[in-house]
């Protein structure tokens, strides 16, 4: 699991040394983490300083943490609906958000504070090519 942050506040967002200090905060006196079996929890910085996340400009740590990853979370209205409802990723994707602009509520058919939940099964159309 890679937990992704951006290094600079922006709005409400907790940041990359914040969350650092959360996941600290999370671990018993032997340094593993309270309620989970495996160690593998991994933070890395975005790369982005704004409430969205342009998929373009990820950090090179993130990038390399996520090239072999299973499922795809972006939580938030501005990653997960603004910018990224319709990116396409190379594993399965979970796009989670409260719509809290009018103008995006109306933009999908929906009414303002509906939540959206988003998932996108990848499709491996060369694979699938490839075998028939």
Same mark, same amino acid.
Request: net charge neutral; aromatic share 28%; charged share 15%.
């Given at each position: 699991v890679v937990l992704a942050a951006n290094d600079l506040p922006s709005i409400n967002d907790v940041t990359y040394t914040e969350l650092i200090e959360i996941i600290a905060k999370l671990k018993d006196e032997n340094g593993k983490l309270l309620g989970v079996d495996?160690?593998?929890l991994l933070i890395a910085n975005s790369g982005n300083d704004l409430p969205v996340i342009d998929l373009t400009r990820v950090s090179q740590e993130l990038s390399y943490l996520a090239s072999d990853t299973d499922l795809v979370v972006l939580e938030g209205m501005g990653r997960g609906l603004e910018t990224n &409802?319709?990116? !396409? $990723?190379?594993c399965d994707s979970l796009k989670i958000a409260m719509v809290k602009h009018q103008e995006v509520a109306q933009f999908l058919g929906g009414r303002l504070y509906d939540c959206v939940i988003k998932y996108d099964e $990848? &499709?491996?159309? !060369?694979h699938i090519r490839q075998s028939n």
């Open positions: 495996t160690s593998n &409802l319709y990116a !396409q $990723f190379k $990848f &499709l491996d159309y !060369q």
